[in-house]
């Protein structure tokens, strides 16, 4: 694969009905072994309902904002510059915990479910798709989600689902 810099404009952009996403590195890119996107989020906004993946981790590195997780039983929270890790087959959500927009980079392993969120970016997010197709979507992605989770998740961290699109923040980088 050609060097490739990705730039703080660069990217493919999408909403997933809850919070955005800029894919960065495309798994093919990487020879499957990871992707990398970033998920702005608006101010309390849920990412989405209780998941797990039975075929991926996810690392997520807070780049502005507080990212807010449960992860099994556990709550836990970060602020910029700490990464969370999402381990496979264990039910997990996140969020932004904060009163001001956040942003994360997101590094997905092995690679390839970035193509859900560009399907499902690309069918309108969640809030547009009907049952049937998140269904299949999850089914061909190897995902489980629980939507009746999203009601007392919302009540519970004082989310808002859906949330609404941010512009990502352009972060001053110093090049050599």
């Keep these: 694969m050609p060097v490739k810099v990705v730039g703080p404009g660069d990217g493919k952009l999408g909403f997933l009905g809850t919070i955005g996403v800029r894919f960065m590195i495309w798994g093919v890119e990487a020879g499957g072994q990871f992707s990398l996107i970033e998920h702005p989020m608006s101010p309390h906004a849920l990412g989405a309902p209780l998941h797990r993946h039975s075929r991926e981790d996810e690392y997520s590195y807070v780049l502005r904002g507080r990212l807010g997780a449960l992860l099994g039983d556990d709550v ?11 381990p496979r087959n264990q039910w997990h959500t996140f969020w932004n915990a904060g009163d001001e927009p956040a942003s994360i980079l997101e590094i997905i392993s092995p690679a390839g479910f970035e193509k859900f969120f560009e399907e499902l970016s690309d069918l309108g997010g969640v809030t547009k798709v009907t049952p049937s197709q998140l269904g299949d979507l999850c089914s061909r992605y190897a995902l489980e989600m629980k939507p009746e989770s999203v009601p007392e998740l919302v009540q519970r961290f004082d989310l808002r689902f859906p949330g609404e699109p941010v ?10």
Excluded at 167 to 176: D, G, I, W
């Design 76 to 86: 836990v929270y970060a602020q910029p510059g700490d990464l969370v890790f999402k």
């Design 167 to 176: 512009k990502l923040a352009a972060t001053s980088v110093s090049r050599a």
